[in-house]
């Protein structure tokens, strides 16, 4: 299960398009998954034959859990993994015989979703006693929010894995510590459970007792229910519940990928020292060039000033490393190339920041291309686990909302963000004399852990210099 | 083609951008741009649509006058031969 996000834990294979002994070439999309922001085409990253499928549709699994094995054209017999061990580590670190080659780009998480087998692969043994039952994080989570001492934990799902009820069941037992001293008020009384865990609640036909919740003052949150007692919506393949993730009705999609915005969010503000920058440009003679060269074509091949705007961006990249880049364990690694996420809202709330590879390298039309691209499939689905993956710097770009200026807030393990207000006719001094000029405001928001003003400085005046030669981008 | 058939082409591109959006509901005099909330690329993207479905040619300098779905309906239509 690949890792699309930072703050990503968990996601649910959802269909699987691919089948044991099937040919597969590097860059099929072999899987559908959904996560907390989108549903996402899987690629496998490995040429070869399907061997198994370790994942059966409908279950969710931790970020690197392997999900299939592939056969590189000289293996004899497949090798099953064993996929009773979930990896601790969020950022979707796997066990090493689980990966393929590292891949190119850093700080990228390894995405396993096709192992090749190295060479014999032992099967993990089953550590379900007293010292360090093996959890998933959801379980983790769940474990600590009902007080339950993990150690105490008896798996009773299939080879002694920990179940949700497992969790659940030693909750509710006699010695199990209570989450919260006193009497816990009642959420029946106004203001002690939120309407959306009213309705959850209704829906589900379950009555709200007195629990105590994570909301304030101790109300009932939806989140309280969706992970402790919620009965799951009845599963028309009766999957594990335990398993599954209920998020098929609209509103708790909405809900999860606002958990996920804030959990990356929240990532970003609380571990990244963001300094601010801004410049405003005169923009005035890329617009013109913008206009001569829409005017000569058909609507299909114009360009927006969006793809100037991306392309300036890659192109001064490139002369900037420490702002292109990743954070991660305490250190910088500036990357290759420059992998240039994109800032799209999706319709009716919700964002997400694909990605434009090697962004340095495409022309202006082919960054339209694929800015266009980028945009449709976000909004209207089949966007591919590679694409939101392995970002290096990435653009927000909120002009269309006629807002001046952008404060951006960094997408971890990224070191930067260039943010881009609307263009606008302004006062400006030009020759001398003050004129009407379509201007634009950037600005950069840097991890100054990887680069101080001086440096972002110099970037921003290279972006604006860029602009300024519309003809040579 | 008449007037009611392009604006059923247009209204079918503008379910291809805003999938959400209910035709029967949609006032024709309404500003497409905060109706649907339709952003610089969404508008290219109608404009591409009713270039190509509506065989019409639509510059840039000619957007604002693309405003809502009547309006939109009165400039393809202006734009090509009566029908027949």
């Keep these: 299960m690949p890792s699309l996000g930072a703050e990503m834990e968990a996601g649910r294979l959802v269909t699987w398009y691919v089948e044991p002994g099937q040919q597969v070439h590097r860059g099929d999309v072999i899987a ?9 085409d899987v690629e496998v990253f490995e040429s070869g034959t399907v061997g198994a499928l370790l994942v059966e549709e409908g279950a969710s699994v931790p970020v690197g859990t392997p999900l299939a094995t592939i056969l590189s054209a000289d293996e004899a017999t497949p090798q099953p993994h064993d996929t009773t061990e979930p990896t601790a580590a969020p950022s979707g670190a796997a066990p090493a015989a689980d990966l393929p080659s590292p891949a190119a780009h850093p700080g990228d998480a390894p995405l396993t979703s096709a192992p090749v087998p190295a060479g014999p692969i032992e099967p993990v043994p089953h550590r379900a006693g007293p010292t360090a039952p093996l959890l998933n994080p959801v379980l983790r989570r769940l474990a600590q929010r009902l007080a339950v001492d993990a150690s105490t934990l008896v798996g009773t799902g299939s080879g002694g894995r920990i179940t949700r009820a497992d969790v659940e069941r030693a909750a509710s037992a006699p010695g199990s510590v209570p989450p919260r001293r006193g009497p816990p008020p009642s959420p029946a009384q106004s203001g002690r459970s939120s309407p959306y865990a009213r309705r959850l609640a209704a829906e589900r036909g379950l009555t709200l007792t ?28 009766g999957r594990d519940a335990e398993d599954r993730v ?10 999860a990928m606002r958990r996920a915005i804030a959990r990356a969010m929240s990532r970003s503000k609380r571990e990244i020292p963001h300094y601010y920058l801004g410049e405003s440009v005169d923009v005035e003679p890329a617009m013109r060039w913008l206009a001569e060269h829409n005017d000569q074509r058909p609507a299909a ?3 927006l000033p969006a793809a100037l705007l991306l392309t300036a961006v890659a192109r001064a990249a490139t002369s900037f490393p420490d ?10 690694t500036a990357a290759e190339g420059v992998n240039l996420g994109v800032a799209i809202a999706r319709r009716g709330g919700g964002l997400l920041a694909p990605v434009i590879h090697d962004a340095h390298e495409r022309s202006l039309p082919e960054m339209m291309t694929a800015l266009r691209d980028l945009v449709a499939r976000t909004r209207h689905g089949g966007l591919r686990a590679s694409e939101l993956t392995g970002g290096t ?15 951006a807030v960094i997408h971890p393990p990224q070191v930067a963000m260039v943010g881009a207000g609307a263009i606008a006719e302004r006062p400006w001094v030009h020759d001398g004399h003050v004129v009407v000029r379509r201007c634009v405001h950037l600005t950069l928001a840097a991890d100054h852990r990887a680069s101080d003003g001086h440096l972002g400085g110099r970037f921003l005046a290279d972006i604006a210099a860029r602009l300024r030669r519309p003809d040579q981008l | 083609m008449n007037s009611q ?3 059923e082409v247009v209204i079918g591109l503008l379910r291809d951008i805003a999938p959400e959006m209910d035709p029967a509901s949609l006032d024709p005099h309404a500003d497409l741009r905060d109706e649907l909330d339709l952003d610089s690329m969404d508008t290219l993207n109608l404009v591409a649509g009713v270039e190509r479905e509506l065989h019409v040619t639509v510059p840039e300098r000619d957007y604002p006058q693309l405003r809502t779905l009547d309006a939109v309906v009165g400039y393809v239509q202006a734009q090509r031969p009566p029908a027949s």
């Design chain 2, 5 to 7: 058939d392009i604006r």
């Design chain 1, 323 to 332: 702002l292109n880049g990743t954070w991660e364990d305490d250190r910088f």
């Design chain 1, 32 to 40: 559908e998954v959904e996560t907390d922001k989108a549903d996402i």
């Design chain 1, 246 to 255: 209920d998020a098929a009705p609209r509103e708790d999609r909405d809900v």
């Design chain 1, 210 to 237: 007195a629990r105590t919740g994570s909301g304030p003052d101790g109300a009932l949150v939806a989140a309280d229910l969706t992970a402790t007692v919620l009965p799951p919506l009845p599963s028309p393949s």
């Design chain 1, 301 to 303: 091949e114009r360009l």
């Design chain 1, 393 to 407: 710097i990435t653009l927000s770009n909120l002009g269309d909302t006629g807002v001046e200026t952008v404060v």
